[in-house]
């Protein structure tokens, strides 16, 4: 009894799949076209390299004390900018640190004496930079090994090449990031460096470029997430066209070009054709700005009678009996 319900399930299954099949399948309506009408218009075309990278320090320099002991004060805070020679945190050595900690019980005046005979040590920024890490707190205890605090010179942009795209980058090119976080601000960056030792990503082999940005902007942060749009070549003032008003086949490319207002045929016109992008494609001979252009495409309707029925949904006569 079981099975016979299994069977008939798999038969209703059967039956609905087809019958949405047969009813929803595309039928071509009587003229089979659509024209649309299209002008060319002048602007920029650009063909871009999109790919992912992350934000990062492009030197990251994390600050160690030079001896085991206690910090006593952070003078600076996460963002700040900091000049070489700048003090950014007091600290003091283990020895220091106990033998203030003894002096404190002895009375203000005793304290205040070792604090000037027994001076702290200053931990200085050696380089113009900011500081991305400073979350150590006063009182910690640090050894030789910790980073109290973490500076970099400046915040880029590295991005994750294919191996197929890496001959396409150069340095210098230019390029746009945007963060995912801020997925609506475009910022204009330069290639910095192609790194040469490559990488496998799962298992792809991928090359790293680091971007510089021309404006680093105050939402920058290590760690984001980024697309990296390189723009391998672009040009303004191009004559462009949607890439699908152009028919690739042999002896070249071409277009329907309307020769009447009521023309819905078109003429093949030979085009030479640039620049490429995602959407658009440029046209440097063979139609101007004032040529229209048809896009003809093919129509679909869905069927007006019945093209089949479910033997299992009942029907006007099977209801009337």
Do not use: C
């Amino acid at each position: 009894m079981r099975n016979k319900k299994i069977i008939y399930a798999i038969l209703i299954t059967i039956a609905i799949a087809a019958f949405f099949y047969l009813k929803m399948r595309p039928v071509k309506s009587e003229n089979g076209r659509i024209v649309n009408e299209i002008k060319p218009t002048i602007g920029v075309i650009e063909n871009i390299i999109s790919t992912t990278g992350t934000v990062l320090p492009k030197n990251r320099l994390e600050v160690k004390p030079p001896v085991n002991g206690r910090v006593d004060e952070i003078l600076v805070k996460e963002g700040e900018k900091v000049k070489v020679g700048q003090t950014m945190a007091w600290m003091s050595s283990t020895e220091r640190a106990a033998l203030l900690d003894a002096a404190r019980g002895q009375g203000e005046e005793t304290l205040k004496y070792w604090q000037e005979v027994y001076k702290p040590i200053a931990l200085i920024s050696p380089i113009d930079g900011e500081v991305i890490v400073a979350t150590t707190q006063p009182g910690q205890t640090v050894t030789t090994s910790d980073a109290v605090i973490v500076l970099s010179d400046h915040l880029i942009a590295r991005a994750q090449v294919d191996e197929t795209d890496i001959g396409k980058i150069s340095v210098g090119q230019n390029a746009m990031i945007s963060l995912d976080a801020y997925p609506d601000t475009k910022i204009k960056a330069k290639v910095e460096h192609i790194y040469y030792e490559s990488k496998t990503v799962n298992n792809v082999t991928i090359y790293e470029a680091d971007l510089l940005p021309e404006e680093v902007p105050p939402f920058f942060r290590s760690g984001m997430n980024t697309t990296v749009d390189f723009i391998e070549s672009s040009k303004e003032n191009a004559l462009i066209l949607p890439s699908e008003a152009v028919v690739n086949e042999k002896p070249g490319p071409y277009v329907f070009v309307k020769q009447s207002p009521n023309d819905k045929e078109g003429r093949k016109q030979p085009v030479t054709l640039g620049i490429a992008s995602d959407k658009n494609i440029e046209i440097t001979s063979g139609i101007t700005v004032n040529d229209t252009v048809l896009l003809i495409g093919k129509k679909y309707t869905l069927p007006t009678s019945n093209v089949g029925t479910n033997p299992f949904m009942p029907s006007r006569n099977q209801q009337r009996r």
